[in-house]
């Protein structure tokens, strides 16, 4: 075997310390893969004193960027800092400098990616991003590589780890948001500011990725209609299950010749028989469906320390292999088309509705009639009476509609 690849890594936080620990759990499986021993050489932290367990021998902390990026010596450059800025700078410098990057940053790969993918080309180098998505599920290679050959129509599932563990405490064992959300955070699967998981901004950037890969066009933050969790009461997960469902976030991504491309993430009533809907707790899954291959299903661990380092030494892996061979594979942007986005009043889905009504004779026609003025067609109504004198609630599940449909049913109920 010839001489050491060695890494720098920026950050040691749960992904990274989690890096740290499957270079040292797996590094004879990794030598041999690989053909050539990898080593760790420095690791950027913010705060040095911190104790770190899982520093191996002969790496060297450090909290200067530079004794990474100006080190001839080392060939792959690990950034797991997260955010935005300097995340992004130290990246474009790397590859500048002709190192191989490998990150889990998604919100630079969605904001940036571009950026990233040309300073990658011009050096030759690869830059690989598999741990954006899903954690530890393969999703960016099979886009990439496995799935290249069908013509993708849609790209759905659940990609936040948080959310999905927070929601499934929530209906499972009746646990209050805020009790869920720490302990999400106290796993390590919670971004920085956890706003990013809850309102849906995570799932989002997730989402732009996964459609810019399937549909070869490039899909920004502001091209995908976003909502979140912090609107979901317990009362909605209660007349979920007494529908027949349970309430789960889905970025969906699809791609018709009427409508082109729309994409978004939003909470969805997902009947008990589906699929995605015994994906539970940490766990993500995402479903494609293409024109040779049909449907295919992606399921794991979404987040959390180990399952997303899996991820990320695989592409260490590739970028060593990348080194070996002095090949780049497929590191080059796929978004070679200029594609259309769907207006979300052209969005057709099913939608949930709960109406706050006077509980008087006629009324529950009245609201029959509106939803049937409006071209809305219900699948199914319940009502409850209420703890507020005379007011009922109604409650009501449509068949698939526009949104603009909805809406001019909504505008009577408002006025
Ligand atoms: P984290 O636990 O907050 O760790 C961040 C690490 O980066 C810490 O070691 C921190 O140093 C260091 N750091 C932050 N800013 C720095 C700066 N300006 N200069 C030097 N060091 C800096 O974050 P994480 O959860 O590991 O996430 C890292 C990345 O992976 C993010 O992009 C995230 O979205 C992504 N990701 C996370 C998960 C997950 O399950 N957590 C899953 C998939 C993807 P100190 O230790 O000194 O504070
Ligand atoms: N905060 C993210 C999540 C981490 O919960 O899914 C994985 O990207």
Do not use: W
């Not at 080190?71 to 790397?94: Q, T």
């Not at 990013?196 to 810019?212: C, E, M, P, Y």
């Not at 889905?250 to 994906?279: I, Q, T």
């Amino acid at each position: 075997m010839g001489q050491d690849i060695k890494i720098g890594l920026l950050g040691a936080g749960t992904v990274g310390s989690g890096v740290i620990k499957v270079l040292n759990m797996n590094a004879h499986e990794i030598a041999q893969r690989t053909g050539i021993p990898i080593s760790l050489k420095k690791v950027l932290v913010r705060d040095k004193s911190k104790p770190r367990p899982d520093m191996p021998k002969g790496a060297e902390l450090i909290d200067e960027v530079e004794e990474i990026l100006g080190d001839p010596e080392i060939k792959i450059v690990v950034e797991l800092m997260g955010g935005l800025h300097p995340s992004r700078e130290y990246m474009l410098r790397a590859l500048e400098a002709g190192k191989h990057v490998v990150t889990a940053n998604k919100d630079v790969v969605a904001q940036f990616g571009r950026d990233m993918f040309e300073a990658a080309e011009k050096s030759n180098v690869s830059f690989l991003f598999e741990a954006s998505v899903g954690g530890g599920i393969p999703i960016i290679s099979p886009l990439k590589h496995s799935l290249t050959a069908n013509r993708i129509s849609e790209v759905m599932g659940i990609v936040n780890g948080t959310t999905n563990y927070m929601l499934t405490k929530m209906s499972e064992d009746g646990c209050s948001y805020e009790e869920v959300l720490k302990e999400a955070q106290e796993k390590g699967y919670a971004e920085a500011n956890p706003s990013a998981d809850v309102d849906g901004l995570d799932a989002a950037r997730k989402a732009a990725i996964l459609a810019s890969l399937a549909f070869n066009t490039r899909v920004q933050l502001d091209n995908v209609s976003v909502e979140g969790i912090t609107k979901i009461t317990p009362e909605d997960i209660e007349y979920a299950r007494d529908l027949g469902y349970v309430i789960k976030l889905l970025a969906v991504g699809k791609e018709s010749v009427e409508n082109g491309v729309d994409v978004r993430v939003h909470p969805v009533f997902l009947p008990k028989s589906h699929p995605l809907a015994s994906v539970n707790g940490v766990f993500n899954a995402i479903f494609v469906k293409g024109n040779a291959i049909g449907e295919a299903m992606f399921y794991g661990q979404g987040a959390g320390s180990l399952p997303t380092a899996s991820a990320v030494t695989a592409d260490i892996i590739e970028a060593a292999r990348n080194i070996q061979s002095g090949l780049v594979r497929g590191s080059g942007c796929t978004c070679y088309e200029q594609k259309s986005f769907c207006p979300l009043e052209k969005t057709v889905s099913s939608y949930y509705v709960r109406l706050l009504v006077d509980d008087k004779p006629g009324v529950l026609g009245s609201i029959a009639t509106a939803f049937g003025n409006a071209k809305v067609s219900l699948k199914s109504v319940i009502q409850t009476p209420l703890n507020v004198k005379d007011h009922a609630e109604i409650v009501a599940v449509t068949h698939p509609v526009e949104h603009s449909c909805l809406q001019e049913a909504l505008t009577v109920f408002k006025s």
